[in-house]
């Protein structure tokens, strides 16, 4: 999974001050002062420049992750915005990198005092930067969040478990899981997507507990909720839908067959339909009934979930596009309303740029 591959972004005065540190040092060891002034700016705007693109590269190119991945990542973060802050942060090394060349070339050396320059060209670099802090802030929160994403397999039989909240879709996981299963939390709940295993010889079929869902439309939906349908649409080789007759869940039972019948027409997979609780109320007749709170029935559950069990076919082979550059920075570092202190005024020799 490329997320786990993605380093901590700095903010904007760790990019600056690790920079500085780099071109003090180079300054030292120069003995002509006017020579260590340009190269003084010439090396913190390389610093900046180069490890805003790696910034930008860290990330992966979303639209080539997996379905669940990619509507995952919408549902938490939204991918334009991610891509629109990747987008500042392009723009951001885009200008370090022109300020070098302006104020670390020949401007700096008919200079009268090539310290003012460099000064100057220091603090419109920084000013850049800190334009993006804020970017580089909400890049990090994602990246803290997306590297925890749990490990979904697109070539494993996938059942997904879906239901109202408090149903018993954990509780029937942990039961037929080999394994504890992996908790992933996200933003604004406690809650995310569980994925246990099961192993029935060489065969490992792989569990999805979804946040509980709520019968609401589309638009009333939270990010939690958004994942649970993105588990459902585009993992699921089976779906197991988990009734909860006794209605403890909070959930009366006309509400449940509504969401049932919606998860219904979101897929064009099987739905085997369970019946949980049934130590507290029996379910309907023709429908699978378990306890998940006594075990009874949840073998029988098991043995019909395995009864579905198919290969998954192969994972269509996506286009990458005609395009694909070399340097991300062409592709992200779009116009983004950010303007440099001073940027497109006339410059203060009066000359033009070199």
């Known amino acids: 999974m490329d997320f786990e591959k993605i380093p901590t972004v700095p903010t904007a005065d760790e990019v600056l001050d690790r920079s500085f540190r780099r071109a003090a040092a180079k ?10 002034n340009e190269d003084f700016v010439r090396a913190v705007s390389s610093a900046v420049h180069d490890k ?30 991610l891509k629109m802050a990747l987008g500042n942060v392009g723009w951001a090394a885009m200008h370090t990198k022109r300020m070098g060349f302006e104020h670390g070339g020949r401007r700096i050396r008919k200079a009268e005092d090539t310290a003012v320059v460099r000064k100057r060209a220091v603090a419109r670099i920084a000013s850049i930067v800190h334009q993006i802090d804020k970017d580089l802030l909400f890049l990090n929160v994602a990246r803290n969040v997306l590297r925890k994403l749990p490990e979904v397999r697109d070539s494993e039989f996938t059942v997904v478990i879906a239901g109202y909240p408090n149903v018993g879709k954990s509780s029937f996981i942990r039961l037929v899981s080999s394994a504890e299963p992996e908790i992933a939390s996200y933003p604004f709940t406690t809650k995310g997507v569980i994925v246990g ?17 709520l019968n609401r439309p589309e638009e009333d939906r ?18 197991v839908f ?19 019948d919606t998860v219904r027409n979101m897929v ?20 699978l009934s378990m306890s998940t709170a006594t075990g009874e029935g949840v073998d029988a559950v ?8 198919h290969e998954p076919a192969p994972a269509p082979a996506e286009g990458t596009g005609d395009e694909k550059p070399e340097d991300r920075t062409a592709i992200e570092g779009r116009e983004s309303g950010l303007r440099t202190a001073g940027e497109d005024e006339p410059e203060e020799d009066g000359h033009t740029d070199d």
Do not use: W
């Not at 030292?28 to 260590?36: F, I, M, Q, S, V």
């Not at 098991?302 to 069990?309: P, Q, R, T």
């Open 242 to 260: 988990i009734l909860d007759p006794s209605e403890y869940c909070g959930y009366p039972m006309d509400d449940q067959r509504i969401l049932l």
């Open 222 to 239: 939270n990010a939690v909720e958004e994942q649970a349908i993105a588990a459902i649409v585009n993992t699921a080789d089976l779906i």
């Open 52 to 81: 805003l693109v790696h910034v930008i590269q860290s990330f992966p190119v979303f639209e080539e992750q997996p379905p669940f991945y990619r509507d995952t990542v919408e549902a938490l973060f939204g991918i334009e915005r």
């Open 268 to 287: 064009d997979v099987p739905v085997l339909v369970v019946a949980n609780k049934a130590d507290i109320r029996a379910g309907e007749e023709g429908v």
């Open 197 to 213: 295993h099961h192993y029935e010889g060489r065969r490992r079929i792989q569990f999805l507990d979804t946040p509980g869902l």
């Open 302 to 309: 098991l043995a019909e979930v395995l009864l579905h069990y």
């Open 27 to 36: 300054m030292r060891t120069k003995t002509n002062k006017d020579r260590a």
